[in-house]
């Protein structure tokens, strides 16, 4: 018998050699960036989304797509801005009544039988107008043992470096290798066979979101950590950035198919391409369409492996 | 003795019906502790929901569930599984998603805690080395990565596998179908083990030669009942097949025997088994067991004659849909707009409808197939199913294509719309217009001038003129397997 890549190695080699690739690139432009400073600098921002990421994750492998995932994370920032700050009590209770509430979505989009891209939109509105309610203007300012822990200096490696494998770690533990992360990526694979076997995919659709809400608030503190400020529209970019996150990360819309590892690859990928195209001095104006180029060209490479794993297995 | 005392299951009197549909019709089966009991029967005979019944997933409108000797007044999935009730389903069950080991502890609900896989793999690799001696599958593969077989090897190890709560009945719906003939001997073996250790197996299966070797007894279902009932050396091949067809043989004479060999050819296929044709003017009946092929040979001939990028001028083939709901009628149209929707290449000049033409065809078809609404322009859903598959007929009808292929349109639709159809059926044919009719309806194939039986994918029997009644259709399906 011939060795051959399980297709979850597959699906995990390809954002790694993404990843690796543009870090080679980045390396060779700015030799400089190969430093403990330089890599923190480099990824820092990508903790976050790294934590939106997995939260959008969760909910894909579910077959259903959070399109208020921005806004939420902006809100839970500007909470943790103001109430957390200012009275941490209050500001606990919030936020677990956030997760509270995702958990709830969740449980409303399985019993009506919505589609979850309508309710998560209508959604996004609330939270946004929430957070405009509580921080009108730019303003507030990070808790200290946030900002404490989102620049601390651990050795060997720096703190973005650090964080975004435990992320990666905590995330792989939950979704691939506790009974409910199987839970719920069944109910992504096949639904009827998890119900026939006697679970409730209710109460799972609930804890996969309210999971979700849990990675998001994370996403939330950490951002806030970073800026020291927050502001209502502080990641608005943070939708689509984490599905293209979980995209390329190997996981898919539908049928419960993600990876965690890949997921803050993609993330990483995500937010190196970007510094990438600094480096490359290519104007602000083209460096969106520039950055969904990166994006399409990844995408394609998968499509195209799917496809010569598909002829393979065809035969 | 007292039977009811005993059974592991007892099902007493269930009637089930969908709709207009009567799927069960006061069915009683009783399984008993070491028992094997057959279950066959033709499509829509109701062996799928009796499973279903008993397996919990659905509640009967009439009639009860029993357990050893306890009436059950709850019963459901949760109650069929901690009384030993497994089921392997025809269908694919597992998710493809994850791994073997996954799957597992998917299916036992009580296997969680710290270590969890290494106690599926164990109960999960057991269970397929009994069944399976030397399968060869590594149970942290991904069960989206295994072949058709392995996929139904898993499943079937599955539902014997023991975590805990030990399986009773295992319900086996077809379970053969994607193994080759030393696997489904091991299962077979299998099956006859774990009745001699006192469990109870339901076995579902179109391989009659299988039913007969493997149960001790041979219940035969047709129309929601239980038509026949006895030990299993009580029938043979013969009888088996004569009883799940011959209570209606009178009526062979419903179809006109119209002859047309002499009529001009207008499509051929070449599919696997015999190849297929069809004359001007002909109804081609497509039957066999539900799911052997009919649907992807209409599927096939409609690739054919159809061109992916630009609307055909005069297309050849349309198509009238079997699953409405799916791929049938645009629910938030009126009538007129998914009546008009495939003609409208005909009803239209420089890109715009004609709303006049649209309308007046629409009214005309309305008064010929009697379309039972006060307004055309009502949303399709204010009619009744039947009504609604009347529509879908006009659809097809009113395009010029010269062939209509029908894929089962009728379930689900009430005696009296059947017979209309039956009716514009027949007067198109007439005319000159060619059907090609997947049915799973007995009374609808027997309507045909000639008729492809299909098996597994191919088509194993052509039928003509009076050779087309029941008892030649279920031999020509349930044909044992080359021995």
């Known amino acids: 018998m011939t060795f051959r890549l399980s297709s979850d190695a597959m699906r995990l080699a390809i954002p790694a050699l993404s990843l690796t690739l543009l870090l080679a690139a980045v390396f060779w432009l700015q030799p400089r960036a190969m430093s403990y400073v330089g890599l923190n600098l480099l990824f820092n921002l990508a903790v976050p989304i790294a934590l939106a990421t997995i939260a959008q994750m969760i909910v894909m492998a579910v077959n259903d797509l959070d399109l208020s995932m921005g806004t939420f994370v902006s809100f839970i920032a500007c909470v943790t801005a103001t109430f957390l700050r200012d009275t941490p009590v209050t500001g606990v209770l919030i936020l677990v009544g956030a997760i509270a509430t995702y958990a709830g979505l969740g449980v409303v989009i399985h019993l009506r039988n919505l589609p979850s891209i309508v309710v998560t939109l209508g959604m996004s509105f609330v939270w946004g107008g929430l957070a405009v309610l509580l921080l009108p203007a730019p303003g507030g300012q990070s808790p200290d043992w946030v900002r404490w822990l989102m620049t601390v200096k651990p050795p060997l490696a720096p703190m973005a470096i650090v964080a975004s494998i435990i992320i990666a770690a905590v995330a792989h533990l939950v979704v691939m290798r506790s009974s409910l992360g199987v839970l719920i990526r069944g109910i992504g694979g096949n639904p009827r066979s998890v119900e026939r076997a006697g679970w409730s995919i209710v109460a799972a659709r609930g804890a996969a979101y309210g999971l979700a809400g849990f990675f998001a608030v994370l996403a939330g503190i950490a951002l806030v950590g970073l800026t020291t400020s927050a502001d209502a529209n502080i990641a608005l970019r943070y939708t689509l950035l984490s599905i293209a996150g979980v995209i390329l990360g190997g996981g898919e819309f539908i049928g419960g198919r993600v990876s965690p590892i890949g997921a803050v690859i993609g993330a990483l990928t995500l937010t190196l391409a970007g510094s990438f195209l600094s480096f490359l001095r290519i104007s602000a104006d083209w460096q969106i369409g520039a950055q969904g180029a990166i994006l399409i060209i990844v995408l394609a490479f998968r499509l195209m492996l799917n496809r010569l794993e598909k002829q393979e297995k065809g035969r | ?483």
């Open chain 2, 1 to 483: 003795m007292n039977g009811i005392q005993k059974a592991v299951i007892a099902v007493d009197g269930a009637k089930v019906s969908f709709g207009a549909v009567k799927a069960l019709d006061g069915v009683t089966l009783r399984v008993m502790p070491g028992e094997c009991v057959g279950l066959v029967g033709h499509n829509g005979a109701g062996k799928s929901t009796i499973v279903s019944v008993i397996n919990g997933g659905l509640t009967p409108q009439v009639g009860s569930v029993a357990s050893d000797g306890e009436r059950l007044e709850r019963y459901g999935i949760n109650a069929a599984r901690v009384r030993g009730v497994r089921c392997v389903f025809q269908e694919l069950s597992l998710c493809p998603n994850l791994s073997i080991v996954e799957n597992t502890r998917i299916m036992h609900r009580d296997l969680g805690g710290f270590g969890w896989r290494t106690r599926a793999e164990k109960i999960i690799e057991q269970s397929l080395d009994t069944v399976f001696p030397g399968h060869n599958i590594g149970s942290s593969r991904a069960v989206g990565d295994l072949s058709i077989a392995e996929r139904q090897m898993v499943e079937i190890a599955m539902a014997f596998s023991d975590a805990g709560i030990a399986p009773r009945l295992v319900i086996l719906d077809e379970p053969t179908s994607s193994l080759d003939a030393s696997l489904a001997r091991q299962m077979l073996d299998h099956v006859r083990r774990f009745v001699a250790a006192g469990g109870s197996v339901i076995f579902i299966s179109h391989i009659l030669h299988e039913i007969l070797e493997t149960s001790d007894r041979i219940v035969v279902m047709k129309d929601g009942r239980v038509v026949a009932e006895r030990p299993a050396h009580g029938f043979d091949h013969h009888g088996l097949v004569e009883a799940m067809g011959t209570v209606a043989k009178e009526e062979t004479g419903q179809r006109s025997s119209r002859e047309q060999p002499t009529a001009p050819l207008i499509l051929s296929h070449q599919a696997a088994g015999l190849s297929f044709t069809a004359h001007e003017g002909e109804i081609i009946g497509l039957a066999g067991l539900a799911g052997h092929g009919q649907t992807e040979l209409l599927l096939a001939l409609h690739a054919a004659q159809s061109s992916n990028w630009r609307p055909e001028r005069d297309p050849l083939v349309t198509f009238v849909a079997g699953d409405r709901r799916l791929n049938g009628v645009f629910e938030l149209w009126s009538i007129l707009r998914n009546f008009s929707i495939a003609s409208l290449g005909d009803l239209s000049r420089r890109g715009l409808i004609l709303a006049q033409e649209e309308e007046t065809k629409g009214a005309d078809w309305k008064r010929r197939i009697e379309i039972r609404t006060p307004d055309l322009d009502n949303r399709i859903l204010s009619l009744s199913g039947g009504n609604q598959q009347k529509v879908l007929f006009a659809r097809a009808l009113a395009t010029r294509a010269r062939i209509v292929l029908m894929d089962d349109p009728m379930r689900g639709v009430d005696v009296g719309t059947k017979q209309e159809v039956y009716k514009i059926i027949r007067e198109e044919a007439a005319r000159g217009r060619t059907f090609v009719w997947y049915s799973t309806e007995m009374d609808e194939v027997r309507l045909c001038d000639r008729v492809y039986v299909f098996r597994e994918g191919r088509i194993m029997d052509e039928l003509a003129a009076d050779a087309v009644n029941e008892t030649n259709i279920i031999a020509a399906s349930f044909s044992g397997v080359p021995a």
